[in-house]
Structures are given as C-alpha cells and as structure tokens.
C-alpha cells in the first residue's frame, strides 16, 4: 500500500480543514488507518485512527469533539475533518496504514506511512 495525503494548508484560529489520504491498493479496507502529527522539535503524536470498516474510531484527547477521523473504502481514502482549529495544531500530519497488532495509537503499530502535509494555524 503506498499512501498521499492532501489538504494542508495555513487556516486562521477557528477555522477548519479536511485532510485525505488516498491508498493504492485494493486492500485498503483490510487496514487500519491513523493520522498522526508532529510539530518542529516534538515527537510525531497520535490524533486518531479508524477500524477497518469505519465501525470504531479512536482520539487522542487533544483533539477529540474538534477532529472526525472516517474512511471510504470503495475510494480507498481516509478522512480527517479538522475543526475549531488552534495554534497548537499546528504540525505535519501523516497517515499511516496498520495490517495487523492493536494499539493503534502507536506509531509501532503502523507498517505503512504517507509523506505528511503541513496544517499551519494562525492565531
């Protein structure tokens, strides 16, 4: 699976952007998809991740009631609608495709990474 994310970009405090990621292959709906972020000098963290069939969903606490993670299987894209925006969310966000293993809210458990695109929030 090779993975692009698309829709970052410089929004201002309160604002709203809706990041996708697209995959290239038919077994996209076999794996579980996070968005992670990291910010210059930090840590690459959890913002949420989706169950194979859309059925659960996982948040870090930080984003969760802003953030809606979701996913179209039959587009082979998942989804991460970004609201109420802060200056803190500011950061490279990835997705990330899992095949396999639990805690989701690791970045051990993701075999596959996108190449990240930059969400910039003005205050």
């Known amino acids: 699976v090779q993975l692009q994310a698309c829709g970052g970009g410089l929004v201002q405090a309160g604002g709203s952007l809706r990041l996708s990621c697209a995959a290239s292959?038919?077994?996209?709906?076999?794996?579980?998809m996070g968005w992670f972020r990291q910010a210059p000098g930090k840590e690459r963290e959890f913002v949420a991740a989706?169950?194979?069939?859309?059925?659960?969903?996982w948040y870090a606490d930080s984003v969760k009631a802003r953030f809606t993670i979701s996913r179209d299987n039959p587009k082979k894209t998942v989804y991460l609608q970004l609201n109420t925006l802060k200056p803190e969310d500011t950061a490279v966000y990835y997705c990330?495709?899992?095949?396999?293993?639990?805690?989701?809210?690791?970045?051990?458990?993701?075999?596959?990474w996108g190449q990240g695109t930059q969400v910039t929030v003005s205050s």
């Open positions: 990330a495709a899992a095949s396999s293993g639990t805690y989701y809210d690791r970045t051990s458990a993701y075999d596959i």
């Open positions: 292959e038919r077994t996209f709906s076999s794996v579980v």
């Open positions: 989706i169950s194979r069939s859309g059925s659960s969903t």
